[in-house]
């Protein structure tokens, strides 16, 4: 089983910053990519960040600039750093990971096929 733990949401203002840090639990290492997707309520969730298993790097272009994802030696703890916030950044922010492998999250948010629960961002004016 794998098992995703999002923590470090809250509420701040624009302009502020927050620190998001994804626990994972796993028996296998099968985990091709590792990231962060957001969603708003009634509207589609969409990917933030992704770390792949070389290490390549890929953010929206909404974030770019604000956002650093990163993670710990073991790939065990998934962290996303976020600088400046802004209203539109306003979101239920989940860990996500690709357990198959049949995309690669570098070119696709598609990739992403394993969320933890999430935890909200809120970022008011």
């Known amino acids: 089983q794998v098992h995703l733990t999002e923590s470090g949401g809250g509420s701040v203002h624009a302009g502020g910053s927050l620190a998001l840090t994804c626990e994972v639990s796993?028996?296998?290492?099968?985990?091709?990519?590792m990231g962060w997707s957001r969603q708003v309520p009634g509207q589609e969730r969409e990917g933030v960040a992704a770390?792949?298993?070389?290490?390549?790097?890929r953010y929206a272009d909404s974030v770019k600039g604000r956002f650093t994802i990163s993670q710990d030696n073991t790939k065990k703890t998934l962290y996303l750093q976020m600088n400046s916030l802004k209203p539109e950044d306003t979101a239920k922010y989940y860990c996500?990971?690709?357990?198959?492998?049949?995309?690669?999250?570098?070119?696709?948010?598609?990739?992403?096929?394993?969320w933890g629960w999430g935890t909200q961002v809120t970022v008011s004016p």
């Open positions: 770390i792949d298993r070389r290490g390549a790097i």
């Open positions: 796993a028996d296998h290492d099968n985990m091709y990519c």
């Open positions: 996500a990971t690709d357990l198959w492998g049949y995309e690669d999250c570098m070119e696709s948010w598609d990739a992403f096929n394993h």
